[in-house]
């Protein structure tokens, strides 16, 4: 039973993911259309917890592949192109978003970069997404198929679908978050991509049976009872969001559209479980060893709550709409009362780098020595003395640094560098 533990972890972290970062690529997306004294608001508001967002799908992909390799060993080589994509433009997104936000020049281009790498991350993920639903060529749990096959027009499908998602999560997120759109405007926005996500959903609901080669068994009271009322609860929460476009209380779209995202995924889940890929790969043929299983679901487990709580802080934090930050003077910097006695700027670094050398050596010789502890083969020492010899080659690092600032090594660099 533990492999579907590991499975409602995979589908937990996706979810949150999809609902969170959703609301990022989209507000992202959206940007490309904004005028250019909007997009540094847009990017203001992404950048509050875009990092813990993407957590979820570390955390899913750590899932997948320690509690279910079965279905890496099938599904990654199917979209290896899709998913190199998709980690390209997420790195071209944060890149986008920083330098925006820091850059003194070329701030259109970096506006422009972090938009279009969101529109490229979420088509590659919806690319991925089309794959997996129609089942990549296998055999005995090996992947068959070609460099291509991801390139299908359910997929394409799947990827507008999906692009269609995210900007309406991203218009309500925006309509929650920020001022700048009048009610007629969001009310137009929200509501023409309401209309498009749902067609969307209706073509690919209609077509998915043709696209998909699994068989769902709808005959099942217990499955066809679920599935519809997935299906209800996502009508009745389009309904809401309809009506909450351009109204108050503003955070009522974004609750709805996560709501029905949720219970698509849902509907999904009662479609297909408890094949994972199709068209017959199931939870229990794709789950590693039980001692595995075991190992993943207390750890992954334990570190969910952790992630949850610096989501939870960071909506705390910047709860409310978005303000222009009040440009403050800076403090004046403290004036030095006594006169610089230490060594010279040569001697403080040479100090220092000896000091490192053996540190950076303890760290090397903590990681070689690592790989045979944990891979079974502990020699010389074991786990707590790895933990001890990194523990204290970090320390020293630390309070080394400590001592020299204290000392004023650090000042008198950078007192040398600016008489320089």
């Not at 909007?38 to 813990?52: K, L, P, S």
């Not at 096959?149 to 999560?169: E, I, M, P, Q, T």
């Not at 009610?183 to 929200?190: D, L």
């Amino acid at each position: 039973m533990l492999e579907y533990a590991s499975y409602a972890l995979v589908l937990f972290s996706l979810a949150m993911y999809v609902v969170l970062d959703g609301y990022d690529l989209g507000v992202g997306m959206l940007s490309l259309a904004a005028r250019p004294e909007r997009r540094r608001e847009y990017g203001e508001i992404v950048a509050t917890a875009w990092d813990a967002n993407e957590s979820w799908l570390i955390l899913a992909g750590v899932v997948l592949w320690a509690g279910l390799p079965g279905v890496y060993a099938v599904v990654l080589p199917a979209v290896y192109l899709p998913l190199t994509g998709m980690l390209i433009a997420v790195i071209l997104r944060g890149l986008g978003l920083e330098m925006h936000s820091a850059a003194g020049g070329y701030r259109r281009g970096w506006a422009l970069l972090f938009g279009g790498a969101s529109l490229a991350a979420a088509v590659c993920q919806g690319l991925v997404l089309g794959t997996v639903l129609t089942g990549p060529h296998q055999r005995d749990g090996v992947f068959q198929g070609g460099a291509f096959d991801w390139l299908s027009r359910y997929g394409v499908l799947c990827a507008l679908g999906l692009v269609a998602v995210y900007l309406l999560a991203g218009a309500a997120w925006l309509q929650d978050k920020t001022e700048g759109w009048s009610r007629p405007e969001v009310r137009r926005a929200g509501r023409a991509l309401l209309v498009a996500t749902a067609l969307m959903a209706v073509v690919l609901g209609l077509l998915l049976p043709a696209a998909d080669p699994q068989r769902f068994a709808l005959d099942q009271p217990l499955r066809a009872v679920l599935f519809w009322l997935a299906v209800g609860a996502a009508a009745a929460a389009c309904a809401v969001a309809w009506y909450g476009f351009g109204q108050r209380p503003d955070w009522l779209p974004f609750a709805a559209v996560a709501t029905m995202t949720v219970c698509g995924m849902l509907g999904l889940l009662a479609l297909t479980a408890p094949v994972v890929v199709p068209s017959a790969l199931t939870v229990h043929q794709a789950a590693s060893p039980h001692s595995s299983q075991l190992f993943l679901v207390l750890g992954v487990g334990l570190c969910m709550p952790f992630v949850l709580a610096y989501n939870l802080y960071a909506w705390r934090s910047f709860r409310g709409k978005y303000t222009d930050p009040v440009e403050r003077p800076l403090p004046p910097l403290p004036v030095r009362t006594r006169p610089l006695t230490t060594p010279t700027q040569s001697e403080g670094g040479a100090r220092t780098v000896v000091r490192r050398i053996p540190l950076v050596v303890l760290g090397i010789l903590a990681t070689a020595l690592s790989q045979d502890v944990f891979g079974g083969v502990a020699d010389w020492i074991g786990p707590v003395g790895i933990t001890v010899l990194g523990g204290t080659a970090m320390a020293a690092w630390i309070a080394g640094d400590r001592r020299d600032r204290r000392a004023g090594y650090f000042d008198a660099d950078a007192e040398a560098e600016s008489a320089s």
